[in-house]
């Protein structure tokens, strides 16, 4: 099964033929229906793949990351507090010591904490019933201002939140980092996913196959231009999430809980449901 070295534009295939991506700007040149038969067809491959792992749910399982939206202030930032702690952590851990922070951090009140001062940071890096690493700590209080500041901007943090539309996300993340401490681009997507927000991850395996149906322009697309696919291949299937569309297309590239991947590194095309779609094969393979 000859692949065209690194899939890189211009790559010579059988035939004499070059790797030529399609005219059209990144999955531009779908129509919404046409949109609406390649999830057809995805959710079908991966169905079909599962059915020897107890079923597409079972492989989908952890879509129940994905949780209600927290109350208030409060318990938002209380999440973002136990993301903030769980690096270098097992997250069991955390989950054990998890009492001890709401008694030390005052029940995760945005107020409180924001209200901390050095005594209070003395107070909690002699506290044995959290984890005392003082980075984290003073980032937890400096958060706690930040969750007031977005407060008095825009209400409150679901607010804030519902500011940004799905082909935002990448800018979301970005303005998460610039305000809170502590927080880098895995923790943040999974502390957003976690709050009940609809939040793709991008992964290698992800954007291979994203690149290879023409969704984006590149294996190595950005969160921009990432975001953007999502948020056309979400309108044209109403009702279906931005994060079971990551998932399936993760799956289709990684073949994470399946027997095999098929959009993997060296695809297995003769098996892809997904192939009217995929410019690659057209191009690579001859389909």
Avoid at 239 to 259: A, I, K, M, P, Q
Wanted: include cysteine; aromatic fraction near 8%; glycine fraction near 10%.
């Amino acid at each position: 099964m000859k692949q065209a070295s690194g899939g890189a534009v211009g790559g010579k295939t059988r035939g004499g033929r070059g790797l030529r991506r399609p005219d059209t700007p990144p999955g531009q040149g779908l129509t919404a229906a046409q949109l609406r038969a390649l999830y057809t067809a995805l959710r079908a491959q991966i169905a079909a793949l599962a059915r020897r792992h107890g079923g597409l749910d079972a492989v989908m399982e952890d879509l129940r990351e994905i949780r209600a939206r927290p109350a208030g202030d409060d318990r938002y930032f209380e999440e973002l507090t136990r993301h903030v702690f769980q690096a270098g952590f097992s997250w069991s851990l955390i989950q054990k010591k998890w009492p001890g922070f709401r008694q030390a951090f005052a029940g995760f009140s945005v107020d409180r904490v924001a209200a901390f001062g050095r005594d209070d940071v003395a107070r909690l890096l002699a506290d044995p019933g959290i984890i005392r690493n003082r980075a984290k700590v003073e980032a937890t209080i400096l958060n706690a201002r930040a969750f007031r500041e977005i407060r008095a901007q825009h209400g409150s943090f679901r607010k804030y939140l519902s500011s940004f539309g799905v082909a935002d996300q990448a800018r979301l993340c970005r303005d998460l980092r610039r305000r809170f401490r502590h927080i880098g681009p895995f923790s943040t997507r999974h502390f957003l996913r976690r709050v009940g927000e609809d939040i793709f991850i991008s992964h290698p395996d992800t954007l291979r196959v994203m690149y290879r149906l023409g969704l984006v322009g590149s294996p190595k697309a950005g969160d921009e231009e990432a975001a953007a696919a999502y948020a056309r291949l979400a309108a044209a299937n109403r009702g279906v999430t931005v994060g079971e569309l990551n998932r399936l297309l993760t799956r289709h590239g990684s073949g994470r809980g399946l027997d095999e991947a098929i959009c993997a590194p060296v695809p297995r095309c003769e098996k892809c449901r997904l192939t009217r779609w995929c410019w690659y094969y057209r191009s690579v393979r001859g389909g």
